[in-house]
């Protein structure tokens, strides 16, 4: 069985009905069709970041959208490397 996924805006709402309507996380989560612990997860999540909490693919924090910039970068830079040590190689040989 394949595993639902739910877009930000409809976790925001969802712990919204629990946090500012004073809605109980059993009935909300009976309305919209989703586990009673999933929706426990996400109020749990929004207590500790807010909005933050809640990001889908390509809507990455911003420590975890630098980490990614970063990691890209040197792997682009171990790449260069790799060729200019190849081309040193093959213009050292050319030279003898």
């Known amino acids: ?24 996380i059993a009935e909300v ?5 989703i586990p009673e612990q999933t929706l426990h997860n996400w109020v749990n999540k929004y207590n500790e970041e807010k ?14 959208k630098a980490i990614r910039d970063l990691q890209k970068k040197l792997r ?12 040193m190689s093959i213009f050292a040989k050319n030279q003898k």
Request: aromatic share 6%.
């Open 1 to 24: 069985m394949k595993r639902k996924s739910y877009d930000k805006e409809f976790k925001i709402s969802a712990v919204r009905m629990v946090k500012e309507e004073g809605r109980r």
């Open 51 to 64: 909005e933050a909490s809640f990001v889908g693919s390509g809507n990455l924090k911003p420590e975890d």
């Open 29 to 33: 989560a009976r309305n919209l069709d």
């Open 76 to 87: 682009d830079l171990e790449e260069e490397n790799a060729i200019l040590k190849k081309a």
